[in-house]
């Protein structure tokens, strides 16, 4: 059985900082990666996905099939990124069921 | 964008009533929409997958009987907590498969559900 793995519950930074959201998995093939992102009181919404290689709010994560990761990055963190940030993977043919992580509660502080 | 919302967004109820949770998409057909259940500060867990017309199919170690689930249109899922007990009061959340989306799925805000 697949699974998501997200080691930090909590992370916090500075506005201008680095940041990085680790989430490791284990799946035997090759599945879809992403990243959900849900704000403070809103409801959970799609970040990223790693087939789409594209950077959404100034985040980047990169598939790393040797290592089984998909990091999410930003270079510059700012305030209102502080939210809870889940990795998700849905296998291949799984009929678009999501395995979610744990997830890492960022906060960005002044 | 497509949307996907829930009624009611809160409810109480006593041990061993039943209670209704409602899923639509506004905007978007959804053939399928899955259900998850989510405790205080823990990840999201699938429950279901409801599909539009036919029987839903439910994650290993979730209970049938007791998590009702119809998806009699194509805008409209309902998760029932039947004979509800203090252990099911949790964070009920839905999602909406939009197919035109690139099979994206888009979630409802959630129900608290508190069984008293």
């Known amino acids: 059985a697949q699974r998501v793995t997200q080691p930090e519950k909590l992370l916090s930074v500075f506005k201008g900082a680095p940041v990085e959201l680790k989430c490791n998995y284990s799946?035997?093939?090759?599945?879809?990666l992403f990243w959900y992102v849900q704000y403070s009181r809103q409801r959970l919404q799609l970040l990223l996905r790693h087939i789409s290689r594209e950077s959404i709010k100034g985040f980047t994560a990169d598939l790393n099939k040797g290592e089984t990761s998909f990091h999410l990055k930003k270079p510059f963190a700012q305030e209102e990124d502080s939210a809870m940030y889940y990795c998700?993977?849905?296998?291949?043919?799984?009929?678009?069921?999501?395995?979610f992580g744990e997830g890492t509660q960022l906060t960005v502080n002044p | 964008g497509a949307v996907v919302s829930q009624h009611p967004s809160w409810v109480i109820c006593k041990s061993g009533t039943s209670v209704k949770i409602e899923c639509r998409s506004l905007?978007?057909?959804?053939?399928?929409m899955f259900w998850y259940r989510q405790f205080p500060k823990q990840s999201l867990m699938l429950m279901a997958t409801s599909n539009e017309g036919s029987k839903a199919t439910y994650e290993q170690g979730v209970e049938k009987d007791k998590f009702l689930i119809n998806h009699a249109s194509l805008t409209l899922s309902t998760l029932t907590v039947t004979s509800a007990h203090p252990e099911d009061s949790s964070f009920y959340i839905c999602s909406g498969l939009f197919l035109a989306g690139g099979h994206e799925q888009y979630f409802g805000p959630g129900t608290r559900l508190t069984v008293t």
């Open positions: 998700a993977l849905k296998p291949p043919a799984s009929g678009s069921r999501l395995t």
């Open positions: 799946y035997s093939g090759s599945p879809e």
């Open positions: 905007d978007f057909q959804a053939t399928t």
